[in-house]
Every structure is written in structure tokens, then in C-alpha cells.
């Protein structure tokens, strides 16, 4: 027997209350939704669709998200820690022996922090910092000389900002910078919630040899209120990439590092 109209809407209804709370918990690719709310792909897609044009969640590349908010720094490190350790697995043999790396705010990059932190054959290694839990990670690590930037700090991510660290910044020059992002777009760059910190990420960008922006895939399309204005050439590392985000990367020339792609 076939269910009836009111029946189908009330299962709907539930179906896409539960989308909603997957993906605030940070469940994002269609596939993993699929599999959560036991219906097939085509149909998650559908419905990813009905709640973004609902603004209930915001699409991304192979997923969704909700509408951009800036988590906490504190929310952040509950959120995808499997994909963040991924990432810092991924990056951790682009840190160059003996080299001066700029290491941003964010629990992704405290992520690689942690695997700097247990790697003496990496030393002397100088690691330039603005986010307070990267500092924290390497202060009593010997083979490590930390230098952290001057201004204010942004309670929501813990990062230093403003006149002070950009001052530091025009006196300074790296083999390599990795950056955090609350999103990413292969055309447009790293999104950030403030002007401030993309402004910021702009400078780190322009002082480096390299550029490495480390991002779980769910960060991949989202939103952003401002947006930094990458290199020429670039490097993304991510958890996990479709398709979509390949020929993305391709079209932008963005260099993309998966745990598929060695």
C-alpha cells in the first residue's frame, strides 16, 4: 500500500530535520548523509537542494554546510578531528629541515603543530605563529624556535590581527606558510569572516616561497563573508575531494593534495 500525501510530507519533514542537525554535527558529503539517513544519493541531493533554497544549509561541492558561521575555537576542535589529523599527515613532509614556516590560527594547523612538536630530525626549525593553541603546542618544544606576531587577538579564533602583526609581517619572509580557512573556493581563494584576517592572510601569502592552505573538504564551496586573494600558485591539502573539486583545482591551476594523491 502506497503512502499517503500526508504521510510522505511528515517523512519528508523528519528526513530533512535530520539533514540539518547531520550537517551542523559536521556530517557534509552527500555519500556519508546517504548513508545516515538511509535513502539514496539522488534523493539527499534533492533535498540538500529544497534546504539551501530554504537558507537551512548552504551547498558545497559534493555536500553541504550550514550558512556561514564562525565557530569558536573551542566549538572547532570538537568538529571533523579525524579529517584535521588526515590533513596534518598529508602536510607534514612539505615542512622543510631547518626552515622558517608561518603556521596560522586554527585547530588544523595546531593539528600539524602537534606532529612538528614530535619531530626533533625537523630542527632547527623556526615556526612563526598568530594563533594562541599553535603557540601553546610549540613553546617547550626544543628544536623549535617560535616567534609569535604583535596585535590584538580575535576571541572567536584565537589569532592575532591588526597594525601590529601586519608590521611584523613587512620585515619578515617564509619558505613556506600554511594556512587555516572557515572556507575555501579554488577561483576565489580563502574565506574568512573578517576583512582583517583575509587582509592578513594576504600578507603571510605574499611573503612566502609557498603557500599551503590545509581544510577539511566540508570548508570546499561554502560561503565567506571576504576572501584573500591567493598566489598565482598555490597548494590546497584536504581530507577528501570529488570529481567536482579535482576539475575546480585544475581550472584554478591550484596544486590539491589528498590522501588519494600519494
Not at 606576531?149 to 608590521?167: I, T, Y
Not at 574568512?192 to 599551503?212: I, M, Y
Not at 597548494?235 to 573539486?245: E, P, R, S, Y
Amino acid at each position: 500500500m502506497s503512502e499517503t500525501p500526508t504521510r510522505a510530507r511528515a517523512g519528508t519533514r523528519a528526513r530533512h530535520a535530520a539533514l540539518v542537525r547531520l550537517v551542523r554535527e559536521g556530517v557534509t558529503a552527500v555519500e556519508d548523509l546517504a548513508a545516515e539517513t538511509g535513502v539514496s544519493v539522488s534523493t539527499v541531493r534533492r533535498d540538500l537542494a529544497r534546504l539551501g533554497r530554504d537558507g537551512e544549509v548552504a551547498r558545497t561541492y559534493g555536500g553541504a554546510m550550514v550558512p556561514f558561521h564562525e565557530r569558536s575555537v573551542g566549538d572547532s576542535a570538537q568538529v571533523s578531528t579525524d579529517a584535521k589529523r588526515a590533513i596534518a599527515r598529508l602536510a607534514r613532509p612539505l615542512v622543510p629541515t631547518g626552515g622558517r614556516v608561518f603556521l596560522d590560527a586554527g585547530t588544523t594547523c595546531g593539528a600539524l603543530a602537534r606532529l612538528i612538536a614530535t619531530d626533533a630530525d625537523l630542527g632547527p626549525l623556526t615556526v612563526v605563529t598568530r594563533g594562541l593553541e599553535t603557540a601553546v603546542e610549540l613553546a617547550d618544544v626544543e628544536h623549535v624556535d617560535l616567534e609569535l606576531l604583535g596585535g590584538r587577538m580575535r576571541r572567536m579564533s584565537h589569532g592575532l590581527v591588526g597594525p601590529l602583526a601586519s608590521l611584523a609581517l613587512e620585515r619578515m619572509s617564509f619558505d613556506i606558510a600554511f594556512l587555516g580557512a572557515d572556507a575555501v573556493d579554488p577561483a576565489r581563494g580563502v574565506g574568512e569572516p573578517t576583512l582583517e584576517e583575509t587582509l592578513l592572510k594576504e600578507q603571510v601569502a605574499g611573503a612566502a616561497r609557498r603557500t599551503v592552505v590545509l581544510a577539511d573538504a566540508s570548508k570546499i564551496g561554502a560561503s565567506a563573508p571576504s576572501w584573500t586573494r591567493m598566489p598565482s600558485a598555490w597548494t590546497l591539502v584536504v581530507d577528501a575531494a570529488d570529481d567536482d573539486v579535482r576539475g575546480c583545482c585544475r581550472e584554478a591551476s591550484v596544486e590539491l593534495l589528498t590522501p588519494t594523491s600519494r
